[in-house]
């Protein structure tokens, strides 16, 4: 069993960064994927983006971040991090982070993550 909690996030500027963290404990950190999710009131949950574990050390990421959004990840202390820069406004929402194995054709997909976190809050607003 993999137990996440994220935290970092809170208010920021458009245009500013933010980091947040992923700390996972109990399980093997490494062997999983790390994804990102978020969540905007009223709308559904959506995929931000995903590392591979396992050394494979693929990213992933929605067209919507790509470019300004980035995941790392430090095993020796079982911590993933989302790495915001450039935000903007529609960036606000609740983000998640989640851990698994998903097989080919689910990373961007909620099912194919087992453990979840229970989120942290980035508002983005001048």
């Known amino acids: 069993q993999v137990q996440l909690v994220e935290s970092g996030g809170g208010l920021v500027q458009p245009g500013g960064s933010l980091r947040l963290s992923c700390a996972a404990s109990g399980g093997t950190f490494s062997q999983y994927t790390v994804g990102w999710f978020r969540q905007a009131p009223g709308k559904e949950r959506e995929f931000v983006g995903a590392l591979r574990g396992s050394a494979q050390n693929t990213h992933f990421y929605a067209d919507s971040v790509k470019g300004r959004f980035t995941i790392s990840r430090d095993n020796t202390k079982t911590t993933a991090y989302l790495h915001m820069n450039n935000l903007a406004p529609e960036d606000t929402a609740l983000y998640y982070c989640?851990?698994?194995?998903?097989?080919?054709?689910?990373?961007?997909?909620?099912?194919?993550?087992?453990?979840w976190g229970q989120g942290t809050q980035v508002t983005v607003s001048s």
């Open positions: 989640a851990a698994g194995q998903p097989i080919v054709g689910t990373i961007r997909t909620e099912t194919g993550y087992r453990y």
